[in-house]
């Protein structure tokens, strides 16, 4: 008689919710939001003599972001960050035996990749400070007849992407390592 055994997969994804799904039920635009932003840091970065692009707290603890555009970008990171938590648990569940956040947060937060003389420094911080990308962390049990079953970081990124990538604008599998 066969037993079954619970193999954990832990997965890490970035997604980015779709412009039309944060229209519909946001007041502000994340793009708009994204490009006030970009100003507010460029213009610091400036008043300061930064040589580089630094994470939104710490503008925010200069005093160097309106309070008001912080509290629109605050309210659509949350936003995205739920819907997008939603979404994984409504479409993958079933495959699931358990589906455990460990984190899902807003890129935006983050300190950016963009340099400042980068030729494309404008675009890119409009991208990066636009608060509808979510970086997920996840802890996903799976029940299986083999002890340690092969394959399954494989089965696990196709499973996700296949379920995934049409609910979201942009998707990525960033790892799939099993515990």
Same mark, same amino acid.
């Given at each position: 008689?066969?037993?079954?055994h619970?193999?954990?997969?832990?997965i890490?994804?970035?997604?980015?919710? $779709?412009?039309?799904?944060?229209?519909?039920?946001? $007041?502000?635009?994340?793009?708009?939001?994204?490009?006030?932003?970009?100003e507010? /840091?460029?213009?610091?970065?400036?008043?300061?003599?930064?040589?580089?692009?630094?994470?939104?707290?710490?503008?925010?603890?200069?005093?160097?972001?309106?309070?008001?555009?912080?509290?629109?970008?605050?309210?659509?990171?949350?936003?995205?960050?739920?819907? /997008?938590r939603?979404?994984?648990?409504?479409?993958?569940?079933?495959?699931?035996?358990e589906?455990?956040?460990?984190?899902?947060k807003?890129?935006?937060?983050?300190?950016?990749?963009?340099r400042?003389?980068?030729?494309?420094?404008?675009?890119?911080?409009?991208?990066?400070?636009?608060?509808?990308?979510?970086?997920?962390?996840?802890?996903?049990?799976?029940?299986?007849?083999?002890?340690?079953?092969?394959?399954?970081?494989?089965?696990?990124?196709?499973?996700?992407?296949?379920?995934?990538?049409?609910?979201?604008?942009?998707?990525? /599998?960033?790892?799939?390592?099993?515990?």
């Open positions: 008689m066969s037993s079954l619970i193999s954990k997969l832990h890490t994804l970035q997604v980015k919710v $779709p412009h039309t799904l944060l229209e519909r039920h946001l $007041p502000s635009s994340a793009e708009v939001v994204g490009e006030a932003l970009t507010q /840091v460029i213009a610091a970065i400036k008043k300061h003599r930064l040589s580089y692009f630094p994470a939104l707290d710490f503008l925010e603890k200069q005093g160097d972001i309106e309070q008001d555009l912080l509290d629109a970008a605050e309210t659509i990171s949350w936003f995205s960050c739920k819907l /997008v939603e979404e994984v648990n409504k479409k993958l569940r079933a495959y699931f035996s589906l455990s956040f460990q984190s899902v807003c890129i935006s937060y983050a300190m950016p990749s963009v400042v003389n980068q030729l494309n420094a404008w675009q890119e911080l409009v991208e990066h400070y636009t608060p509808n990308k979510v970086k997920l962390d996840i802890i996903a049990s799976v029940l299986k007849k083999e002890a340690q079953p092969e394959g399954l970081e494989n089965w696990s990124k196709q499973l996700f992407r296949r379920n995934l990538e049409a609910s979201f604008e942009q998707f990525e /599998v960033i790892q799939s390592v099993s515990l």
